[in-house]
């Protein structure tokens, strides 16, 4: 079956950068939900909204969603465009996209800022191709202010300082003309992530089309506080959705959900991870985590060793390929600390590590670091936690 792919706006032309304004975020909800990292989006979007000085607008698809619109302005929102159908009540790449391009082809955001979350993985390669526009996959953190961005180089990479200076303008070759052409990227949206299995960090700019795209890590951008009367001044605008199941080419028969509950990670306050140092003996090891964990009212985590063992199920995986994780303490386990398992993690409050190599690389970013066998510290630390609870 062939899906017409045409915009509601015909005349959209992607390279015509200077008609292009505002920030928008997909604001993703599932069953009328809205997914936590709607409002890490808004938050961020907020950020970069202020810096180009422009409104910032949150993107809302579903089918009668908009009693949870008027919560995103209370994260940073300006405006929220909600789009209603009956067939946006379940995700679907045809019907989602077939929205978000005709909206963006008539409203023109100069940057658009979706989740990196398994529907937005989906959604937005298929809207920067329809769109002819750039997207960065899976960023870590976003720019426009200059300066800014420079300040986040010196602090963050081993650019030289003349090299960070420099920035500003990039050549590229016109395909067209086959002549070099300078663009100013001052003003453009900076997308950094990790590359070449994060050993490097790149940023990326998209310099002739837009919007710039990006896809966001969950986990990654924190969330403002929530103010109740920026919640009740938000702009709602109700767009006028055009779709029928001829934009369609699959239909959803049935919603079946996973049986087992998966942990929540990225809102645990406390987590206990295991790596291969629990290898002599994986049961005791994760029992022992568990233990801990449930004393501290926090869940298991592990790290890639874990999950690609066998140990632990891929929702338990914490690192650049798994979840990223701030929570107020974080224990590892027999994890040795690869720049993989320290992407995830450390930006967590407190790290203590429990590790029997002195030189293991945990140790560099721990808060309490304990040199020592895991069996015997765990439960000493499960001990430990459980007086100082009764104490209190
Ligand atoms: C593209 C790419 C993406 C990746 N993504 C991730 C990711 O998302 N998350 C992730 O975790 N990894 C990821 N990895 C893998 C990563 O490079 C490491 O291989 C992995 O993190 C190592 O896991 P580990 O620390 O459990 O194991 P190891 O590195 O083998 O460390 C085990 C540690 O346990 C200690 N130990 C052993 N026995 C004991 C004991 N009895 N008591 C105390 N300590 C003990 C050892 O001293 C050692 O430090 C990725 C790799 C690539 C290439």
Not at 92 to 113: G, H, M, Q, R
Not at 353 to 382: H, Q, R, S, W
Request: with cysteine; hydrophobic share 40%.
């Amino acid at each position: 079956m062939r899906i017409k792919t045409e915009l509601a706006n015909k005349e959209f032309d992607s390279s015509k950068i200077a008609e292009f304004k505002n920030v928008w975020v997909f604001c993703e909800q599932r069953e009328g939900k809205m997914m936590p990292t709607s409002f890490e989006l808004i938050s961020e979007g907020r950020k970069l909204a202020n810096e180009l000085g422009v409104n910032l607008v949150g993107l809302l698809l579903g089918d009668n969603v908009d009693g949870i619109a008027k919560e995103l302005g209370g994260y940073g929102a300006d405006e929220v465009i909600v789009c209603n159908h009956p067939l946006l009540k379940t995700y679907t790449t045809d019907a989602y996209a077939k929205v978000v391009c005709d909206a963006i082809s008539e409203f023109k955001p100069e940057a658009f800022l979706i989740a990196a979350t398994n529907i937005g993985r989906d959604l937005g390669p298929r809207c920067a191709a329809r769109l002819h526009t750039g997207l960065c996959a899976d960023c870590t953190h976003l720019d426009v202010d200059m300066p800014a961005y420079k300040d986040f180089l010196r602090s963050a990479s081993t650019l030289p300082e003349d090299r960070i200076d420099k920035l500003g303008t990039i050549m590229l070759k016109n395909n067209l003309t086959d002549k070099m052409e300078a663009h100013d990227v001052s003003r453009g949206l900076k997308m950094t992530r990790p590359a070449f299995g994060g050993n490097l960090m790149a940023s990326i700019v998209c310099p002739r089309f837009r919007p710039a795209m990006a896809t966001v890590r969950p986990g990654v951008m924190k969330k403002n506080p929530f103010d109740q009367a920026k919640a009740d001044a938000v702009k709602i605008t109700k767009y006028n959705v055009q779709l029928s199941q001829d934009d369609m080419a699959t239909e959803v028969i049935e919603v079946v959900k996973a049986a087992k509950k998966l942990v929540d990670l990225i809102g645990a306050d406390y987590i206990v991870s295991v790596g291969r140092g629990i290898s002599k003996d994986v049961e005791g090891g994760i029992k022992l985590a568990e233990e801990l964990a449930e004393v501290l009212g926090g869940v298991v985590g592990g790290s890639r060793v874990a999950i690609d063992s066998g140990w632990l199920t891929a929702d338990h995986q914490v690192g650049q390929t798994g979840k990223t994780v701030h929570p107020k303490v974080y224990i590892a386990l027999g994890i040795s600390g690869s720049i993989q398992h320290k992407a995830g993690m450390s930006e967590s409050e407190c790290i203590i590590a429990v590790n029997k190599n002195e030189n293991a690389p945990i140790f560099e970013i721990a808060d309490y670091g304990i040199c020592g066998d895991l069996f015997k510290v765990t439960p000493m630390l499960t001990e430990a936690f459980k007086a100082a609870k009764a104490a209190k």
